[in-house]
């Protein structure tokens, strides 16, 4: 298996503009988190869904940020307007329908707001 | 709300110099405590899962121990590339999302 694969790997945008962010999760997981990682705050969980259902998504900082699962191969994580403060790492993983069972991540989308 | 705390935030040992990462916890049920290595770069990668106080795994130089309260990441006569952020995360009876630390940033000098 290929793992989780993000796109892009690397994003840079002007303020105001739209950024989508790419996930296709490992074939079979049911769970998929998006994490935001900075320095000053470390991984922090924006959403998570549990066979395509949002679960939890009291992480999403602002209605700019939206995120979708139209099917369990793909998910989206959108932000309109970007802002300079959602310049991040951000990162897309997947893991079993458990939480006894770790998630595995993608090597994240670093994205950059000027 | 979980709560995990890692200490400390940054570590420099020379090359065979064994040490300790102290990951404290604080949540409504544990489910599992997960450790996972990231390099400057790239995703976290996942380690180790304990379950319940007392358990143990080790890979290579390094073992997790876990008790009630906080987990121990010991390693053993480090090598340079063990150097990376090591992380520790929980999950709970709040949901399968991963609760995780700040992490610690370990430098190993030849």
């Not at chain 2, 150097?83 to 000098?109: D, E, I, P, Q």
Request: charged share 20%; glycine share 8%; aromatic share 10%.
């Amino acid at each position: 298996d290929a793992g989780v694969i993000q796109s892009p790997r690397h994003e840079v945008t002007e303020m105001g503009q739209e950024v989508t962010l790419r996930c296709k999760p490992i074939s079979g997981h049911n769970s998929l988190f998006w994490y935001r990682q900075t320095m000053m705050r470390g991984l922090e969980l924006l959403i998570y869904f549990n066979n395509n259902v949002p679960i939890d998504d009291s992480g999403m900082p602002e209605d700019r940020f939206s995120a979708k699962m139209p099917n369990a191969s793909f998910s989206t994580l959108k932000i309109q307007p970007s802002e300079p403060r959602d310049s991040a790492v951000y990162f897309c993983a997947s893991g079993p329908q458990s939480s006894n069972t770790e998630a595995f991540f993608g090597q994240g989308t670093r994205l950059t707001v000027v | 709300e979980d709560q995990v705390t890692q200490s400390p935030e940054a570590l420099r040992l020379q090359e065979g110099e064994s040490s300790s990462l102290n990951c404290s916890y604080t949540v409504s049920g544990l489910r599992g405590l997960f450790w996972y290595r990231q390099d400057p770069g790239k995703g976290p990668e996942f380690l180790f899962t304990l379950y319940s106080a007392g358990e143990e795994k080790e890979k290579e130089r390094l073992k997790a121990t876990l008790t009630k309260k906080e987990s121990f990441l010991h390693i053993t006569a480090p090598k340079p590339e063990d150097s990376a952020t090591y992380l520790c995360a929980v999950t709970s009876n709040a949901g399968n999302m991963l609760t995780f630390g700040g992490g610690t940033r370990l430098m190993v000098k030849p």
